[in-house]
């Protein structure tokens, strides 16, 4: 820590390139920095059990083999990369001196957390879109939403975070570092990143602005869109419990966009005058590490199928354990 910390000033002074960059410290008072590391190393744990156990409970039952199941494993799998691209530096920065992170590591950090975020992005959209086909158009969805369109819907989010982080990422550790080498934040997110690069940061900002809103707003309106025509489909089916049917469906898909979406709006597009350090690194750790544990109990707890096979699946694990 000491000598990283060296390097980077030796740095400032010589108007060297940077090389390494520094975490800020989360607390000066090691009991509350144990404290914080053991809530997040057992959050991170249940989101990791949580979304891998679901992944594996839909790929080893027949009857979840269906294009909502299908998205869904593909959103547990996404959430695993999403939580291991952040959380174990951020856990190692907790209870070591080893604070600091090289330019080319915080690269692959950035890289890796933005994939899978705007990965994230786009396989909400395209869950969206498969219940509006199954409930908006219910005779033509088994040929609309066969196996071959679910998997290029998935190919197309996956690739498209591919895609956009690797160009955002090369944009920004593109551009010169003045410094100060001390990160105010717990991983290599963007905005913090951007701070700490030379003169006028406000182009830089407004295009990685532009990124987020392109690669936020945009599947966001087409959920919005599909849960209209859903809406407007549920609203003149003749009977109560048809209705109540059709929106249990979507009822967890609901909760999970709007957790997502929800933090990670607040983060990226509020206004630069109203952030603060403190409260981005409580929103980021809302969205890296909470909505990652809370979306296999909100798919579990609200989805008999789900919950059933999971069951089935702890049941035949424990036979053979015994």
Known sequence: MAVLSLNCSLWQENSMAV??????????????????????????????????????TIWTTPGLHTPMYFFLANLSLLEIGYTCSVIPKMLQSLVSEAQGISRGGCATQ??????????????????????????????????????????????????????????QTNYIFSLDFCGPCEIDHFFCDLPPILALTCGDTLHNEAVVFVVAILCISSPFLLI??????????VLIMPSPEGRHKALSTCSSHLLVVTLFYGSGSVTYLRPKASHSPGTDKLLSLFYTVVTSMLNPIIYSLRNKEVKAALLRTLGKKKKIES
Do not use: Q
Not at 21 to 45: D, G, N, Q, W, Y
Not at 120 to 149: K, N, Q, W
Not at 226 to 232: E, P, T
């Open 19 to 56: 090389n390494c960059f520094v975490f800020a410290k989360f607390s000066e008072i090691p009991e509350r920095c144990f404290l914080l590391f053991t809530l997040i190393l057992l959050m991170f744990l249940a989101s990791l059990m949580g979304n891998a156990l679901i992944a594996l």
């Open 110 to 167: 950035m890289f890796f957390f933005s994939f899978f975020g705007i990965s994230e992005c786009s396989l909400l959209a395209a869950m969206g879109f498969d219940r509006y086909m199954a409930i908006c158009s219910p005779l033509h969805y088994a040929t609309r939403m066969s196996h071959g369109v679910c998997t290029h819907l998935a190919v197309v989010s996956w690739g498209m975070g591919c895609v956009v982080a690797l160009g």
């Open 224 to 233: 919005i869109a599909s849960y209209g025509r859903i809406l407007a489909a």
